[in-house]
């Protein structure tokens, strides 16, 4: 094996050649994956996420799980990212053990979701009339959202017949937002809601199995292990839908029927005190009931009607 090298040295040009395995190992780049559509709006977004998280720390810290959760959300967006551009700029992302195009987009799905929630509750309970870098962290945040948006968009346009994976199908789809409403609901929660009812401390239960069996089916079908069960995999997540739309409807009735029975909202309750926080655990309940019991349907549908068609 030949390799040379050459440096400029005033006019002249200087040629360095080795042999065999005095070469230097080079590793192979990717250019264009920072040049295309997908790329720059990418970086795009690592810019924006950062400034968001920047402009929020230079603040300074504020004693509320939903400041924590707008901090997390925009640091996890960067972060992950980041390390998105960097893998596929150094090629290491064609040598992963799974679907990287499919990971990417649901990637860009869930950052969109998590910056949307993030630009809605951030002003909402942080920012006033004079307050310059939260508002100017809220704007970078929706532009942010719309950033990953255009990604979903872009991403999600296959040439007809190109088949997409699991994160990127409607199922999916339908667990990522299963696990995200779950994520807004442990923000609102605080032992002191539930610490004293059974009743709400199944609530709790339901929203921590539900969240755990969701991320757990995830896992094993972008890990490609589902063929490894003795029975149908497909039919034991049907079970489950099934067992998941019950149990969030138990949920759904118990929840507001014990939080609410006994007490009305405090007149002494400011700008976000612990009654807002049951109402919003609440309404996330309700929308994961029907998430699941949408998941439920279509689960169904695919397994026992579509595969023997």
């Avoid at 040439?159 to 789809?173: D, H, K, Q, R, V």
Wanted: proline share 4%; hydrophobic share 50%; net charge neutral.
């Amino acid at each position: 094996m030949h390799c040379a090298e050459s440096t400029n040295i005033g006019n002249r040009t200087k040629h360095f050649f080795c042999r065999g395995s005095s070469c230097p190992a080079m590793m192979p780049v990717d250019l264009r994956s920072l040049i295309q559509p997908v790329g720059i709006m990418r970086t795009l977004a690592a810019i924006l996420t950062f400034i968001s998280f920047v402009l929020v720390a230079t603040v300074g810290p504020v004693p509320s799980p939903y400041w924590a959760w707008c901090m997390f959300s925009w640091c996890f967006c960067f972060f992950f990212t980041l390390l998105i551009l960097i893998l596929e700029f150094t090629t290491i992302s064609s040598k992963l053990p799974f679907a990287w195009d499919d990971f990417t987009t649901a990637f860009a799905m869930l950052a969109s979701l998590m910056c949307m929630a993030t630009s809605i509750i951030y002003p909402t309970f942080f920012t006033c009339t004079i307050c310059h870098r939260e508002i100017g962290a809220s704007v970078v945040s929706w532009v942010s959202f719309g950033v990953y948006a255009g990604e979903v968009v872009l991403t999600r346009l296959r040439p007809t017949g190109e088949n997409s994976g699991f994160l990127s199908s409607l199922p999916g789809i339908l667990k990522m937002l299963e696990t995200f409403f779950a994520c807004l609901i442990f923000t609102s929660l605080e032992k002191g809601q539930y610490s004293g009812s059974s009743a709400l401390q199944w609530c709790v239960a339901v929203y921590s199995l539900c969240f755990i069996f969701s991320i757990v089916i995830i896992l094993l079908t972008i890990g490609q292990l589902t063929s490894s069960f003795p029975i149908s995999f497909d039919k034991l997540v049907v079970v489950y839908n099934i067992l998941a739309a019950v149990m969030y409807t138990t949920a759904m009735v118990i929840w507001p029927l014990y939080s609410f029975r006994s007490s009305k909202r405090p007149d002494t309750c400011g700008h976000l005190c612990d009654w807002d926080k049951l109402v919003l655990v609440t309404f996330m309940t309700i929308f994961n009931f029907i998430v699941y019991t949408l998941d439920t349907v279509y689960s169904i549908r695919l397994v026992f009607f579509t595969s023997y068609q």
